[in-house]
């Protein structure tokens, strides 16, 4: 039996590649990439630790009573054991019981690995391991652009890839709506790819997937380019792609023209501040151009009105979407007093 271990300092909210091995570890939140390279990792570091480590699962939403009991106590061989306990946002009533008996003395020979899904149930047991002071995964949604870019540096970074900031911004873009086919994305191009990643790589094997984002189409609009807009759209819909994603993409990109063109003539914001990259800012100065406040306030009114088209006030969803988008694209044709390219007084928060 190997040595005991000393329990290390608690850190709440750590992240996927800051845990380390300990009695217990609690992985919770609702981002199931993060949540799955937690666990992942933490078995990696058990069969470091010792190759023979004996693995067992248990599933918190059929757990039956005496079950942890079992697969926790020592082996024939005197094996180390890692336990990986999943679903404790659905624990059943014995689960909820035995594991708080178990963190009252919980073995140093043996690494319980708990992870919860979110939401409140089981919250008697989340609050016994934080008080205890075993370490917390924080694997919360990453929703904004920014933090997905992040994740997509990172990856590459760990992989040793050089990569084109206009490629991570095209890869985000193009399979960004779910963070599991953007890590799925990431890995492919590491894999097939040698040398630096180009947003013209990001082209060849992403840049026809209208059907995933609907950027294109909201791209195309925001310029004011309303057939290409028109057409893109209809390519979308032809490949089977909903009115919601690409109302949600315009969206997207009318919000962030409204975030920056708010601070102009306004000083003391940062990137941070909006929620937004610094290529996104850089971006919207750019596209801002062209566009007046007036002009703004009708692409707003256009994507909210389709929006609410999309999910069930309207008998047309796909004629909702292109009359947005032609609104939006008619919106930017407005050039009095229009935002200058470079107007904003917005300080880089890089």
């Known amino acids: 039996m190997p040595p005991a271990r000393r329990r290390p300092p608690a850190v709440a909210g750590l992240s996927w590649e800051e845990v380390s091995l300990a009695p217990v570890v609690l992985v919770r939140g609702q981002e199931a990439v993060l949540a799955d390279r937690a666990v992942d990792r933490l078995l990696d570091h058990a069969r470091e630790v010792d190759a023979d480590v004996e693995v067992s699962y248990l599933e918190a939403a059929a757990y039956e009573s005496g079950q942890l009991e079992i697969v926790a106590s020592p082996s024939l061989f005197g094996e180390p054991r890692c336990v990986v306990v999943a679903g404790l946002e659905a624990m059943t009533d014995a689960f909820h019981d035995d594991v708080l008996s178990y963190l009252q003395h919980p073995p140093d020979d043996v690494w319980l690995v708990l992870r919860h899904g979110g939401g409140q ?3 008697k047991v989340l609050d ?53 086919e953007l890590a799925s994305a990431t890995s492919q191009l590491i894999a097939d790819t040698t040398g630096t990643v180009t947003a013209d790589v990001v082209q060849r094997y992403y840049g026809g997937r209208v059907e995933v984002t609907g950027f294109r189409v909201a791209d195309a609009a925001i310029a004011g380019n309303a057939g290409e807009a028109v057409v893109l759209l209809r390519h979308a819909v032809a490949t089977g792609t909903g009115p919601v994603p690409v109302v949600a993409a315009l969206a997207m990109k009318v919000r962030t023209l409204a975030k920056v063109a708010a601070t102009r003539g306004r000083s003391g914001y940062s990137t941070a501040d909006l929620g937004l990259a610094p290529w996104q800012v850089d971006r919207a100065r750019r596209e801002l151009s062209g566009w007046t406040p007036e002009g703004l306030a009708a692409a707003i009114t256009a994507v909210a009105a389709a929006d609410a088209e999309v999910k069930g006030q309207g008998r047309d969803p796909v004629f909702a979407v292109e009359r947005a988008v032609l609104r939006v694209a008619a919106a930017r044709a407005h050039r009095e007093q229009a935002y200058p390219a470079a107007s904003a007084t917005l300080r880089d928060g890089r």
């Open 121 to 123: 149930r089981g919250k």
């Open 128 to 180: 016994a391991v934080t008080r205890a002071g075993h370490p917390v995964v924080a694997c919360e949604p990453v929703k904004r652009d920014g933090d997905k870019v992040a994740f997509v540096v990172a990856d590459f970074r760990r992989a040793r890839r050089r990569y084109e900031t206009e490629a991570v911004q095209a890869l985000v873009e193009a399979v960004g709506a779910d963070l599991r």
